[in-house]
């Protein structure tokens, strides 16, 4: 039995394993995930309509819902007005959305036959599914450029310093990366566009709505809070609200928001990591 237990400790420990050399290993497969990133890059800079058909849905958030609601004032903000508390939001949403949709591009890459020779190359799994992770993370900080933008224009009161802004850069990251390694993981299960592409449109706007995004926790009913609080964009949103805007603050705390996506990234990644040979099988 003991030896069945440790051959099994050893298959699972195989996809993440860091070959010898400590520093010279890891600044190694460092730079195999930053290929990747930079992959990512060169395909945003030759062909950056996705990230502008992806900018619109924000602004109408924005632009409409936000100025009906603040005339409305049916959502009690506190001291914040309804466009300043919900931007935060709708950049979390735009995490949300871009990252949400990233397993099918994995899908587009195992029908090319990228896949196949990445799973073949000595690069461990565990840096292929990082590599994914910090792509989406890239255009998601995109992304929030142009809702900070936006939200500037739109006269939300920002919060431009330095550390505010290196914070929020900060939860923009994790976001991204805890719900593309998601989006991995549906992609290795479903293995389908047709299929992928319902799931996700399926679980968008409940993670969305679940959330704080556009309401405080507060209004909700008892079992929606329930669901808010188990909700890993809550505290995204929550983190957000408080270093994006002056006057914003955390209802859990900036360091527990971070701690909270920081666990969801790291046990996604694990997961991603042991079902990224799925997807050719």
């Not at 010279?24 to 497969?29: A, E, Y």
């Not at 994995?106 to 840096?127: A, F, M, N, Q």
């Amino acid at each position: 039995m003991k030896s069945l237990n440790n051959a099994t400790l050893l298959e699972w420990a195989e996809p993440f394993a860091v070959p010898a050399g400590r520093f010279t290993g890891l600044t190694r497969l460092a730079g195999q995930c930053m290929a990747l990133v930079e992959t990512e890059y060169i395909k945003l800079r030759r062909d950056p309509t996705d990230l502008i058909s992806r900018a619109v849905q924000p602004a109408l958030w924005l632009l409409i819902f936000g100025n009906v609601f603040s005339k409305l004032r049916a959502v009690a903000t506190g001291d914040l007005p309804y466009t300043d508390f919900m931007a935060p939001g709708i950049l979390a949403q735009s995490v949300l959305f871009v990252s949400i949709f990233y397993g099918i591009a994995v899908i587009w890459e195992r029908d090319l036959g990228i896949v196949h020779k990445l799973l073949v190359s000595p690069t461990p799994r565990l840096v292929l599914v990082l590599g994914k992770a910090l792509s989406a993370g890239l255009r998601a900080l995109i992304q929030g450029v142009f809702v900070y933008l936006l939200a500037w224009l739109l006269g939300v009161h920002l919060n431009f310093h330095l550390p505010a802004l290196l914070g929020a850069a900060l939860v923009v990251l994790l976001g991204a990366m805890g719900f593309s390694t998601f989006s991995l993981i549906i992609a290795c299960i479903v293995k389908s566009r047709e299929r992928f592409m319902g799931i996700g449109q399926v679980l968008t706007m409940p993670l969305f709505f679940a959330s704080n995004a556009i309401y405080p926790i507060a209004v909700m009913p008892e079992w929606l809070k329930v669901v808010a609080h188990a909700n890993p964009l809550s505290y995204e949103v929550d983190a957000l609200r408080a270093l994006m805007v002056h006057g914003g603050s955390s209802l859990f705390g900036v360091g527990w928001d971070i701690s909270v996506l920081l666990a969801f990234v790291s046990v996604l990644t694990l997961i991603s990591a042991r079902l990224y040979a799925n997807l050719v099988r």
